[in-house]
């Protein structure tokens, strides 16, 4: 009687025991699982952000590219426009200056 009364507490104890056990590591799993599930959320912001801030850096690249080639073209056609008034000038002063030899020559 005496053995069978240890084994029946060993075997309350047991029970006891294990119920704390398996709840236990469920309630464990269940925050691992909770904390998991934080990382990813934070993780895919994380990723979130940084392609948005990459697509904002291109988008920032694309724009001062486009104004860069802006001002090169309009200085390229100022600078185009220059030559082409200095070479008007050069071309009528060429003109004026044949006009005034064949003058020379014609009244010589």
């Given at each position: 009687?005496?053995?069978?009364?240890?084994?029946?507490?060993?075997?309350?104890?047991?029970?006891?025991?294990?119920?704390?056990?398996?709840?236990?590591?469920?309630?464990?799993?269940?925050?691992a699982h909770r904390l998991r599930a934080e990382i990813r959320r934070e993780w895919r912001e994380a990723t979130r952000e940084a392609r948005?801030?990459?697509?904002?850096?291109?988008?920032?690249?694309?724009?001062?590219?486009?104004?860069?080639r802006g001002e090169q073209r309009r200085a390229f056609r100022g600078a185009y426009r220059d030559a082409q008034r200095e070479a008007a000038r050069a071309a009528r002063e060429a003109q004026?200056?044949?006009?005034?030899?064949?003058?020379?020559?014609?009244?010589?």
């Open positions: 009687m005496k053995h069978t009364l240890v084994l029946a507490l060993a075997c309350a104890a047991v029970l006891m025991s294990t119920t704390t056990v398996v709840y236990g590591w469920h309630e464990g799993r269940a925050e948005r801030a990459a697509a904002e850096a291109r988008r920032d690249v694309r724009r001062e590219v486009d104004r860069a004026r200056e044949a006009r005034e030899l064949r003058r020379w020559f014609r009244d010589w």
